[in-house]
């Protein structure tokens, strides 16, 4: 497809099971971002991919959170031990020019409730 | 650390009106400034995205203003329809990842 795309559209997981989320960039885009919008927090800084690395994880809430990236293409990032404040639909984006500069195209998110 | 802020947090204005939602932020160097739109259940949509060497951008009934002095932007959108009714939501770029800082988001209704 020609846009960003997300899986699984919705997600319900248990309190303390693992779950992950998957993205699709646009093809040829480097870069890769994942954000998090919850409700009384508003959108939210994630993660950060260039390439397969990850320059910038500064906004990851703690170590139950990671992310991967692989062949510079599809990244997953992963909740362990889910807990009920990790409700939140999850955003992904991946950055190319447009109009010769650098933005960012959010793809339709996945929503996680974790009862 | 960037804040953004939007106000009104919410607006509800009869079809065919004209509205301003405003966004500031408190560090103005930044490069551009982006505004979006949510509709319920969906992501984000690009709508229109100010350089800092721009006071202006405009598209169709939306125009954008970008005034890094005072550390504001204004989305103006003309003679409103309810199609129209979206969240709105400013954007800046942070650090050197280009990571955003958005704003707490204006959610528009226009009435019939």
């Known amino acids: 497809g020609a846009g960003v795309s997300q899986s699984p559209s919705n997600k319900v997981t248990e309190k303390g099971k693992d779950v992950e989320l998957r993205c699709d960039p646009i093809?040829?885009?480097?870069?890769l971002y994942w954000y998090r919008q919850s409700l009384g927090q508003g959108l939210e800084f994630l993660i950060y991919?260039?390439?397969?690395?990850?320059?910038?994880k500064s906004g990851l809430p703690s170590d139950r959170f990671s992310a991967e990236r692989t062949g510079g293409s599809v990244s997953t990032l992963t909740i362990q031990r889910t807990q009920q404040e990790d409700s939140a639909v999850y955003l992904c984006a991946s950055s190319g020019l447009l109009g010769g500069r650098e933005t960012q195209y959010f793809g339709p998110g996945t929503r996680l409730l974790v009862l | 650390k960037q804040e953004v802020t939007q106000i009104p947090a919410a607006l509800s204005v009869p079809e065919g009106e004209n509205l301003v939602l405003n966004c500031s932020f408190t560090?103005?160097?930044?490069?551009?400034l982006q505004w979006f739109r949510q509709d319920p259940g969906k992501g984000l949509t690009s709508l229109l995205l100010i350089q800092s060497s721009q006071r202006e951008q405009t598209s169709g009934r939306l125009n954008a203003s970008l005034d890094k002095s005072s550390g504001r932007s204004t989305l103006y959108i003309a003679a409103s329809q309810p199609g129209d009714s979206a969240t709105y939501l400013c954007?800046?770029?942070?650090?050197?990842?280009?990571?955003?800082?958005f704003g707490t988001g204006t959610r528009l209704q226009v009435t019939l």
């Open positions: 560090d103005s160097a930044i490069y551009n």
């Open positions: 093809s040829g885009h480097t870069a």
């Open positions: 954007a800046v770029p942070t650090g050197t990842a280009s990571k955003l800082t």
């Open positions: 991919f260039q390439g397969n690395s990850a320059p910038d």
